[in-house]
């Protein structure tokens, strides 16, 4: 029997979808730019609603610069690879860049399969070391202003 997916506004502001043994967090970090952060397992528990509020940001602002955390993904299923797929093949027009940490070499690898059969050419970037993520999110991140 799987679990109901469980939504919830975090106190900062964040997303939560939660079902199963697998989340997805999502932060808006400024029009146009969002982070995902995906832990656990994808098996097809989540339906449309990982990628629907992907889709929220692309109706708000175009294009979506896309960061996806997925160190801590453990497991996602052939067909949640294949609506990712294509996802990013369908909408490669509305993403300016999706960049992709990766913690394991099965995620790497399903990763760069939708890479390639999304024919979007340099679209998505997979990253393997958290400092080079970071700074590529940091520089995505609204300028704080100066005192």
């Known amino acids: 029997m799987s679990e109901a997916l469980q939504r919830e506004t975090l106190p900062d502001g964040r997303l939560r979808l939660v079902t199963g043994k697998g989340s997805f967090t999502?932060?808006?970090l400024r029009p146009g730019v969002l982070l995902v952060s995906?832990?656990?397992s994808d098996l097809g528990q989540f339906g449309t609603a990982s990628l629907d509020e992907v889709r929220l940001e692309m109706l708000r602002q175009r294009?979506?610069?896309?960061?996806?955390?997925a160190e801590a993904a453990q497991l996602v299923s052939v067909a949640v690879s294949k609506e990712w797929t294509q996802f990013f093949s369908l909408n490669r027009e509305h993403l300016s860049r999706v960049s992709?940490?990766?913690g394991s070499r099965a995620?790497?690898?399903t990763v760069a399969i939708a890479q390639h059969l999304s024919q979007t050419g340099n679209l998505i970037q997979i990253y393997t070391d958290r400092e080079l993520f970071a700074a590529r999110l940091q520089s995505a991140r609204p300028?704080?202003?100066s005192s």
């Open 26 to 28: 999502y932060e808006r």
């Open 100 to 102: 992709v940490l990766v």
């Open 143 to 145: 300028a704080s202003p």
């Open 107 to 109: 995620i790497e690898l």
């Open 38 to 40: 995906v832990a656990g």
């Open 63 to 69: 294009p979506v610069e896309l960061f996806v955390d």
